[in-house]
């Protein structure tokens, strides 16, 4: 949970109020509100990130799950889609992973 969060729901708000998207910088949007993932990346995208950069989000993931041939099985295959997703949605991180047609499913880890 963020400060503004935090300060929202002590406030008597809940996590769930209007705020600011860090992806699409948009202020009285909702947040997802519902976690993601059981882990601290999942409550944090739950409480940060609003419904339509959430959903350009999968859509991505799913380009870059059939460009790269992820094996979602393989530890590195996860490690490099929650790179992209902190790139994605927060911009931290290096890069986000380009889609280069020429590569074509080539990629093995």
């Keep these: 949970m963020t400060d503004s969060?935090?300060?929202?729901?002590a406030a008597g708000g809940s996590a769930a109020d209007p705020m600011r998207?860090?992806?699409c910088e948009r202020e009285g949007v909702a947040p997802l509100g519902s976690a993601?993932?059981?882990n601290e990346l999942g409550q944090r995208i739950a409480a940060e990130i609003c419904v339509e950069c959430?959903?350009?989000w999968k859509h991505h993931q799913m380009l870059?799950?059939?460009h790269y041939?992820?094996?979602?099985?393989?530890?590195?295959?996860?490690?490099?889609l929650i790179t992209n997703l902190k790139s994605?949605?927060?911009?931290?991180?290096?890069?986000?992973a380009t889609i280069d047609t020429s590569k074509e499913g080539r990629v093995s880890w």
Excluded: H, K, M, Y
Excluded at 5 to 9: E, H, N
Excluded at 69 to 80: E, I, P, S
């Design 5 to 9: 969060s935090r300060d929202a729901t």
């Design 36 to 38: 993601p993932f059981p």
């Design 88 to 96: 994605f949605l927060f911009a931290e991180g290096p890069a986000g």
């Design 21 to 23: 998207c860090p992806r």
């Design 54 to 56: 959430w959903e350009a």
């Design 69 to 80: 041939g992820l094996n979602l099985q393989d530890a590195n295959a996860r490690t490099f």
């Design 64 to 66: 870059l799950i059939n």
